[in-house]
């Protein structure tokens, strides 16, 4: 087994073992590793696990995990990044390592006693902090209470060498076979025939590809290891399979299935394994990897930094060399290691960093001092990001001191957040480092959590102000969403939440200087099964609807032909409120951006949550929106952007939100879904969230994508064009002679210079002319392929950003 002191190290450094969850009985490592020096390597007998002072064993349910889910026992390492990042609901504990092995604990809060810090601890750069969620039978935080006290000295096992296991549900699934695979309501088999939470198999026998949806994740794997990652829908490896989890199945596989990981497959049971030759496997791949994407940038004459590119690739290879020849399995698990993070590092400087883009993050704030929202800010800046969207309003509390919401008798601010004033720190500083700051608003959504307590302290105060599920017609209390768990929501139609929520963004707009207004939950709870999940049925909806209509909303049937007109007047409620809310931002603040995050297919915002944006975007009511694609996958972010799109136009900027940082996926797939987003025609990317942006995934952005600083489009849309054009004339006269001749440079130089001195001179119309005179040198000349379509994307993305300036200016 590897020391302790060269696991912490290579922890430390290059982030692998971010999020490791272990699932079912622990298994041995398969007798058929390959036989070099490395495969003689020590197997841990099981996963990730905590020895205490007493003995007693306490297995982790992940390592560096993106979120804690409920009743997990967590270990976050220095590879997650300078903190937890947790709320205050759990359970830290603090490990310090001691001379002469073990570590030391430093400190234990728990959320059930009298001390300063149960969530958002401090990772120290050679130790470990214990984390654990609500949740559990017992519940996981009275173990970390009982089982740790200060001064102990514990161990830490499994984090390197280990071995992993799960019950396979199916293996070629088929309706009889796999009946958890088939949707009742069709009698149809879900995508794949994989149903919620299960772990397929797919092989030859079964087709090409898996079939399967956005919620899951897969590998290939070929002769015994894994050779590739990805979202969905997988081609079907030659001579292999694709091993695929749905859910938190997936999650499994994502965190655990690193690349050259063993898997071993024994009746019923799945087997990760973990051993030495897998950092070997993992580096080879990663080197082929960015040797071949250094290879595409050259011949396609990308503007990034492909001279330290290749630094590192040599970097990497000269590693791997001594790891390969290394007898110590420590010290070549160490070496294999460091060459995969040179590896890694050439790859994200092959990436394209747009000069002119959104580039936007949703952070929810923990901070308590301005010292600590300034280092965030600095690490925020550091990642290239140029958009946070702040949480603001959340769970029905401001984080600010509200006067108007203790004018209507709520309670003025978040308790934690009490004597301080975060907002306007916030927005100065970031002020400070040219960062645009939109105050982020959950709009109908006022309170999380279980039973009366949980409503949170709008319906605490006005209890009658409360969404009602069909299912819960006649309650005296407000209710929960049964779709959304613990959600609790205020009625959308009723005059006086409108009101209240209206005069709080009016509140934000008039005492900060904020960029934005972001409207989140601008929507109603989802509402399918109509039979018992619909909304809204409070006394307030069913006689306003009754006195328009003649009818109990309540008495309708998808059968009946009010029906449509009962689903219009819901859409309605939502759209007017936004319709009020961007006529307050126009007379209180007008040079300040209304956007909302929505549901990027149109018609799942419509049929489940009465959200048509669609209508907002007609009707000139936002300025942005942030489409929430949850996919694994760029190609699934890439459809999504693609269909908001097609329906946008060119009347709105899109900032596709990609869930990488919320899923824990891998650095290289958060970089494949920004270059996605990209391609299909998004004017930038958003990510979700801040606080579960892992040290790995930060340094992908600020060395790859968000390399160089971007203006922000929706700022001053015709700066961002000009400042697009003139990075072009600079990439094309760079790239004469080897992806374009002088001639076409030439003529692409003049068409981009009369773009800028049109948009100089105000002339619009003009400056269109010569993009699309632009575009067509582009597609008729003969210009190396990636260089031309990447031209043609942003030819188009500019003359989009002078048509939306053109309505809004007329």
């Not at 898997?263 to 960015?290: I, K, N, P, R, Y």
């Not at 800010?377 to 946070?388: P, Q, R, W």
């Not at 099964?529 to 069913?542: I, L, M, Q, V």
């Not at 979700?688 to 700022?715: I, K, T, Y």
């Amino acid at each position: 087994m590897l020391s302790r002191q060269t696991a912490t190290a290579v922890l430390a450094g290059f982030g692998l073992l971010a999020g490791l969850m272990t699932t079912g009985t622990s298994a041995a490592a398969a007798d058929d590793a390959p036989g070099d020096v490395l495969a003689d390597a020590v197997v841990a007998p099981t996963g990730p696990r905590l020895i205490t002072a007493d003995g007693d064993v306490l297995p982790f349910d992940a390592v560096d995990p993106s979120s804690r889910t409920a009743g997990m026992l967590a270990l976050y390492t220095p590879a997650f990044g300078a903190s937890t990042r947790t709320n205050a609901f759990g359970a830290e504990a603090v490990l310090e390592p001691v001379d002469g092995g073990g570590y030391e604990v430093t400190s234990v809060c728990t959320v059930f006693d009298s001390c300063e810090r149960p969530g958002d601890n401090a990772i120290p750069a050679d130790g470990y902090v214990v984390s654990a969620s609500p949740g559990g039978d017992p519940d996981v935080r009275l173990v970390v209470r009982d089982e740790l006290a200060v001064g102990d000295v514990v161990d830490v096992e499994g984090l390197t060498l280990r071995t992993v296991s799960s019950t396979l549900d199916a293996t070629d699934p088929t309706p009889a076979g796999n009946p958890a695979g088939v949707d009742p309501a069709s009698g149809q088999c879900f995508p794949g025939c994989r149903g919620a939470e299960q772990l397929i198999i797919y092989t030859s026998a079964w087709g090409a590809s898996t079939g399967t949806n956005d919620f899951g994740f897969e590998v290939d794997v070929v002769n015994g290891r894994v050779v590739a990652r990805g979202g969905n829908d997988r081609t079907v490896p030659d001579g292999g399979f694709v091993l695929s989890g749905h859910g938190g199945r997936g999650s499994w596989l994502s965190t655990n299935a690193v690349l050259g990981a063993l898997v071993t497959v024994e009746g019923s049971v799945v087997t990760v394994t973990v051993d030495a030759e897998t950092f070997v496997l993992g580096a080879e791949q990663a080197l082929e990897t960015a040797l071949a994407q250094i290879a595409r940038a050259e011949q396609s004459c990308l503007d990034a930094p492909l001279p330290q590119a290749h630094d590192a690739a040599t970097q990497a290879r000269d590693l791997l060399a001594r790891a390969r020849t290394e007898d110590d399995p420590d010290t070549a698990v160490a070496l294999a290691e460091q060459a995969r993070g040179a590896a890694e590092l050439a790859f994200y400087r092959t990436a394209e960093s747009r000069p002119a883009e959104g580039r936007g993050v949703w952070v929810r704030p923990t901070e308590t001092t301005p010292e600590a929202i300034e280092a965030t800010l600095d690490a925020i800046d550091e990642a290239g990001l140029n958009i946070v969207m702040l949480e603001t309003v959340w769970q029905g509390w401001t984080i600010y001191p509200s006067e108007a919401a203790e004018s209507y008798g709520i309670e003025g601010q978040r308790p934690e957040m009490v004597g301080f004033d975060p907002l306007q720190i916030w927005v100065e500083e970031a002020q400070e480092r040219d960062i645009e700051l939109h105050a982020w608003i959950h709009t109908f959504y006022v309170g999380s959590g279980d039973g009366q307590g949980g409503a949170g302290p709008v319906l605490t105060a006005h209890p009658d102000w409360a969404a009602v599920e069909r299912e819960d017609v006649g309650a005296d209390t407000p209710m929960p969403s049964s779709q959304e768990p613990g959600y609790y929501f205020v009625d959308a139609a009723m005059p006086e939440p409108r009101a209240y929520v209206r005069d709080v963004l009016q509140e934000i707009l008039t005492n900060y200087e904020v960029d934005g207004l972001h409207l989140d939950y601008i929507r109603y709870p989802v509402s399918t099964p109509w039979e018992t999940a619909a909304y809204s049925y409070s006394d307030y909806s069913r006689q306003a609807f009754q006195d328009e209509h003649g009818v109990d909303p309540y008495e309708l049937t998808p059968t009946d032909a009010l029906w449509r007109t009962w689903t219009l007047w819901r859409e309605e409620q939502i759209t007017s409120f936004v319709a009020e809310i961007r006529d307050m931002q126009t007379d209180v603040a007008p040079d300040t951006q209304l956007s909302a995050a929505v549901f990027p297919d149109p018609s799942d915002g419509l049929e489940k949550k009465f959200q048509n944006w669609g209508a907002w975007v007609d009707a000139g009511y936002v300025d942005f929106l942030t489409g929430m694609s949850f996919g694994t996958s760029g190609a699934s972010v890439a459809r999504e952007t693609a269909l908001m799109r097609d329906r946008v136009g060119d009347r709105n900027l899109l900032y596709t939100a990609t869930y990488g940082p919320f899923r824990g996926s891998t650095p290289d797939v958060v970089v494949e879904q920004v270059d996605a987003v990209r391609d299909a025609r998004s004017d930038g990317a958003a990510l979700f969230a801040w606080n579960q942006l892992s040290a790995g995934q930060a340094l992908a952005l600020s060395e790859g994508v968000f390399r160089e600083p971007a203006v922000v489009p929706h700022a001053d849309l015709l700066a961002a064009v000009q400042t697009g054009t003139a990075a072009w004339r600079e990439d094309v006269d760079a790239a004469q002679g080897t992806c374009v001749s002088a001639a076409v440079a030439g003529r692409l130089d003049s068409r981009l210079r009369q773009v800028e001195r049109s948009l100089e001179l105000g002339r619009t119309d003009r400056a269109r002319s010569s993009l699309a005179q632009a575009a067509e040198v582009v597609t008729e000349a003969p210009i190396q392929t990636d260089m031309q379509e990447r031209l043609l994307r942003d030819l188009d993305m500019f003359d989009r950003w002078v048509a939306r300036h053109t309505e809004l200016d007329g």
